[in-house]
């Protein structure tokens, strides 16, 4: 039984000695580290213009639709990369090519079905 808890005594002192290092580190960082706060440090940087308002911007909903949607066809890219490696191997052929074809026309349907809604169109 002895045997059994070496391989978690090995993992448990590589996360003590990566903790202690990150520690040590973010330490070391406090110490050496200048620490003059002033009132313009301590404002607000909004991409080198100072901040006026209340700080409420509303944003188009469309734009979250485009990044969903990128989202999306990137997932895609995910499952052709692996489809185009197996696809060579023997006896996956036609079982490959019907699947990848199912999940492309699912894919073609969200994509029609978003531009008869006008979600594609950028202004």
């Not at 990128?70 to 036609?94: E, R």
């Amino acid at each position: 039984m002895p045997d059994y808890f070496d391989g978690y005594a090995a993992v448990l002192a590589l996360v003590l000695v990566g903790g202690a290092i990150v520690a040590g580190g973010l330490g070391a960082n406090r110490l050496l580290r200048p620490h003059r706060p002033t009132a313009e440090k301590l404002t607000t940087y909004e991409c080198g213009v100072d901040p006026v308002g209340d700080g409420w911007a509303q944003s188009y909903v469309r734009y979250y639709v485009f990044a969903y949607l990128y989202v999306v066809f990137a997932v895609d890219a995910v499952f052709l990369f692996p489809w185009a490696t197996i696809f060579s191997a023997p006896g996956y052929g036609m079982t490959t090519l019907v699947e990848m074809f199912v999940f492309l026309g699912f894919l073609a349907t969200g994509l029609v079905y978003a531009g008869k809604k006008g979600v594609l169109s950028w202004v």
